[in-house]
């Protein structure tokens, strides 16, 4: 099946630092992508849904300059955490779906662990 | 609005006990309605999915019909093993193909 994969799985950085997480589809183009954010024990909230060669759209209460995403290619979308701080801990994942494969169906990736000290 | 529940864990069963997770959802519409299963340290995978009314998705031994008359499509298997043990998420998603998740149930199979 399709196949998304997140970079990087996992990243540490200072408070005040911004931090760039990139979503590839390695065997598929994808002009829509969407990115969530995963709290400890909770469930997936949806932040954006990043479109090919336009600017993302954001969910209610989602802060656009604080999560910036571009979508420069069909195969990558990248969410960048500007100016970082604690409360951006989280768990960050990207999703896409394959236009000429299976309708309805999200491919997942990993996920991208953020841990801001 | 637009919104999935799903039942709270966590739950804890024995090797074989049959399991149910509910889950419920609100929408404008009919939306496709998803079960989403994350094992430790992986990311979400597809379970099984169904798309309109009378629809039942089935996978690895799990089955969720849904509802319309009961907004439901609760997941159910007739007996769990402990490769089992994860947390899955019901989803639904719109026509934009934007999802949006229930808040997870973890499931804990011991032997």
């Known amino acids: 099946g399709a196949v998304v994969s997140q970079h990087p799985s996992w990243v540490i950085c200072k408070s005040g630092t911004s931090v760039k997480i990139e979503c590839r589809s390695l065997?598929?183009?994808?002009?829509?992508m969407f990115w969530y954010r995963q709290f400890p024990k909770q469930s997936l909230m949806l932040m954006a849904t990043?479109?090919?060669?336009?600017?993302?759209?954001?969910e209610q209460g989602v802060e656009k300059d604080k999560f910036l995403i571009n979508h420069a290619s069909l195969t990558l979308s990248t969410l960048t955490v500007t100016s970082a701080h604690p409360e951006d801990s989280s768990f960050y994942i990207c999703s896409a779906s394959d236009p000429l494969g299976a309708k309805n169906i999200q491919y997942f990736g990993a996920g991208t662990r953020l841990s801001v000290l | 609005g637009n919104s999935v529940t799903q039942m709270e864990g966590p739950v804890t069963l024995s090797e074989e006990a049959f399991l149910t997770i509910n889950c419920t959802y609100t929408?404008?519409?009919?939306?496709?309605l998803f079960w989403y299963v994350q094992y430790p340290g992986e990311g979400l995978q597809l379970l099984l999915k169904?798309?309109?009314?009378?629809d039942k998705g089935s996978n690895k031994g799990f089955e969720a019909t849904y509802r319309k008359e009961t907004t439901s499509f609760h997941l159910e298997k007739g007996s769990v093993q402990v490769s089992d043990s994860a947390v899955y998420f019901c989803a639904r998603a719109n026509t934009g193909n934007q999802f949006y998740f229930g808040t997870g149930t973890s499931l804990t199979v011991i032997p």
């Open positions: 065997d598929f183009q994808a002009t829509t």
């Open positions: 169904a798309t309109k009314a009378d």
């Open positions: 990043s479109n090919e060669g336009s600017k993302a759209t954001y």
């Open positions: 929408a404008t519409g009919y939306p496709s």
